[in-house]
């Protein structure tokens, strides 16, 4: 088949979609028993974070292999509550240019100094060998992000942070129960953050958590995370109110029941999207960090730009008309980002590569392995139609 002959088969073009209706992007439906405990508390009239917040705390926390779990109103504030508790105005910081901003924008609201780093074009993830060649004797911290669910290589960044005393907050607001060798993700750094905002693996519209294995940091964050209230109406130091509501916490709780299972559900779609990809040319599957299993939030793919003749923006254009959904994750490198012109010294570049290359497809814990099929059918037809 010509070029044309193809490019006129795609539904961009009138051609027939490959999935109709559309493949879900995503599944963030609650259960019947997830509105019912959010109505139970309702009902209760106990809408503050009480029991259902301290049991996701702590179940949370088992589950991911930290001793310490606070729950908060978002995984933005659950990495100021890290930060706080961590860092100080003026600490230089290492962040990877290859995250979503509140990983970087919460370090410049603590009045740190950012330092970007790259990410490794394959898994994504940041690169230890870049951050080691970012050190000066200021470096204070590491903040990085597990992105997409994938853990970064641990090993490498806990050596890194050993070597030179630093402090490390793992952005784990993707990577919900993800392990690294087998142990869970909490059980590493000085602070893990998380993000229940409602597309995330556990959804409860808007909410958070940060766990931690030292008693001292839990406790300093608890205290940040309520207006630095030791006995009521004493305060010992200035805090802020970040704090759970009880409906949301009974959600995650409810929630939290299933995860495990549904995340298993998200590995098994992905071995089946990378034996799919390994065949189509056009496109690179996620590599995996050794040792990481991921929790597969996203599974993002790269556009081989040297075998189409189109942009990634027109292959998502096109995907989309098969009934395939797709979004970038992320259009910009971070150190693109108007908000942060002043902390910034370079433009590290396999963060901005990846800025053109990289778009997500369907993942989530309901994909039916016809839509999975569909999926791949529709990335091959795009490839070819806009092949070289
Ligand atoms: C990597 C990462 N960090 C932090 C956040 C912030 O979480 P939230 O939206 O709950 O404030 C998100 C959410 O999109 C994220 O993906």
């Known amino acids: 088949m010509t070029q044309t002959s193809t490019a006129s088969a795609l539904a961009l073009n009138g051609g027939t979609p490959v999935a109709s209706p559309s493949v879900p992007f995503m599944a963030p439906k609650l259960h019947r028993q997830d509105i019912d405990a959010a109505i139970a508390v309702l009902e209760s009239g106990m809408l ?89 004797p200021n470096t204070k911290a590491l903040a990085v992000t597990h992105l997409y669910g994938m853990p970064v290589d641990i090993d490498a960044v806990e050596a890194i942070a050993k070597k030179h005393n630093l402090k490390v907050i793992y952005d784990c607001a993707q990577s919900h129960l993800a392990t690294y060798n087998g142990t869970g993700i909490g059980a590493f750094g000085d602070a893990c953050t998380y993000s229940f905002y409602a597309t995330k693996n556990l959804g409860t519209g808007e909410g958070g958590l940060v766990t931690t294995n030292d008693e001292t940091t839990a406790y300093d964050m608890g205290l940040f995370r309520s207006h630095g209230e030791t006995e009521k109406y004493l305060h010992e130091r200035v805090g802020y109110n970040y704090r759970m509501n009880d409906i949301t916490g ?79 994750h992320y259009p910009k490198s971070l150190t693109d980002q108007p908000a942060f012109k002043a902390h910034i010294t370079d433009h590290p570049p396999v963060a901005r590569r990846l800025a053109t290359r990289v778009f997500s497809i369907p993942m989530h814990h309901e994909l039916t392995d016809a839509q999975i099929q569909q999926v791949a059918e529709a990335v091959a037809k795009v490839a070819d139609a806009y092949g070289r």
């Not at 917040?53 to 991911?64: H, I, R, V, Y």
């Not at 998200?266 to 071995?271: E, G, K, L, P, S």
């Open 48 to 136: 503050r974070a009480a029991k259902n917040c301290e049991e996701l705390e702590k179940q949370f926390a088992a589950k991911s292999d930290a001793k310490f779990g606070l729950t908060c109103a978002n995984g933005t504030c659950a990495l100021q509550l890290a930060y706080e508790a961590l860092l100080q105005p003026g600490d230089e910081v290492i962040v990877p240019a290859w995250t979503y901003i509140a990983t970087a924008s919460m370090l410049a609201a603590r009045g740190c100094k950012l330092v970007f780093c790259d990410s490794l074009e394959d898994t994504m993830q940041v690169d230890p060998a870049d951050i080691e060649k970012r050190i000066t």
């Open 250 to 328: 009974a959600i995650g709780l409810s929630r939290l029941q299933r995860l495990e299972e549904e995340t298993a559900a998200r590995r098994a779609v992905a071995d089946k999207y990378d034996a799919l990809f390994a065949d189509i040319d056009a496109v690179e599957a996620p590599t995996r960090t050794k040792g990481g299993d991921s929790a597969w939030h996203l599974y993002s793919l790269k556009l081989n730009l040297d075998k189409v003749s189109c942009t990634r923006d027109d292959f998502i254009k096109a995907l989309i008309a098969e009934g395939v959904p797709s979004a970038v």
